[in-house]
Structure formats: C-alpha cells, structure tokens
Nanobody, 117 residues
Framework: QVQLVESGGGLVQPGGSLRLSCAASGRTFAINVMGWYRQAPGKQRELVATKSKGGRISYLDSVKGRFTISRDNPKDTVSLSMNNLKPEDTAVYYC???????????WGQGTQVTVSS
C-alpha cells in the first residue's frame, strides 16, 4: 500500500499562484508515475500533470506554460506550482501515484483550489 498526503490548496485571485505538495509513504519503491489530477463540479476527473520516475512529463494542454510539476524521487514527493491561475482551474486536486507493474494506482484525499475574485 501507498499513502498520499496533499497540502497547499486554498483560495486565490485570478492571476495568482499556488503550490501543491504531495508526500508518499509506504511501498513507495513500487511507484513509477506521480502526478496530479483535478475534478471540477459536474465534470470528470482529468489529468493535470504527471512525471515518471525517469523524468517523463505530461501536462494538460490548458495548463502548459502556467503549471510546473516537480518530483523528488529520494523523498517520494511531488509538487505542482501553479501560476497565472484562472477561474476555470477551480477544482479539487488529487495526488496520484501509479505502480510500475500491475496497474495499481493510489489517490490522495484531495485538496480544494478555488480561483475567484
């Protein structure tokens, strides 16, 4: 089992910045990809950004150039720096970790990000 604990959500004005962090514990040696998903009210959960242990990065098109994912493999942490936030970025953000084998994935409890004036 892997446990994921997120921190860093909150309320920010449009154009502002936030940084989300996620710390993994447990069987972290089994993890390959870590990243962030989000779910807005009435919408499906969507991938925001992921980074593999080898460094491969993926971003949702709408966040490219504004969000940056970083990962510290020895510390089993992943962070998401979000700049120039827009109201449409409002959602619950979930940390995600995928095992290298077996198709197993783990989720954090979610942290609310609200972008509003």
């Amino acid at each position: 089992q892997v446990q994921l604990v997120e921190s860093g959500g909150g309320l920010v004005q449009p154009g502002g910045s936030l940084r989300l962090s996620c710390a993994a514990s447990g069987r972290t040696f089994a993890i390959n990809v870590m990243g962030w998903y989000r779910q807005a009210p009435g919408k499906q959960r969507e991938l925001v950004a992921t980074k593999s242990k080898g460094g491969r990065i993926s971003y949702l098109d709408s966040v490219k150039g504004r969000f940056t994912i970083s990962r510290d493999n020895p510390k089993d942490t992943v962070s998401l720096s979000m700049n120039n936030l827009k109201p449409e970025d409002t959602a619950v953000y979930y940390c995600n970790a995928k095992a290298a084998r077996g198709g197993i994935e783990y989720w954090g409890q979610g942290t609310q990000v609200t972008v509003s004036s």
